[in-house]
């Protein structure tokens, strides 16, 4: 099991869902469903690896404005 670095930043489904302009809840479907890692907090928030979700965001297809 990969284990956390000192180094990793970790977003809140709130930072998450502005990057993506989703509703926070859209987030946490996608952890539920496995499209994207969370990790647990001690208090049972979600967090998520900002190295994933910027993967995530540069596979995601140009929408048109």
Request: charged content about 30%.
């Amino acid at each position: 099991m990969n284990r956390l670095t000192d180094a990793e930043v970790l977003l809140t489904p709130g930072e998450v869902a502005a990057l993506f302009r989703v509703d926070p809840k859209t987030v946490t479907r996608w952890a539920k469903a496995g499209k994207i890692t969370s990790i647990r907090t001690l208090g049972g928030h979600r967090r998520y690896r900002e190295s994933e979700v910027k993967e995530l965001l540069l596979d995601q297809p140009e929408s048109a404005s």
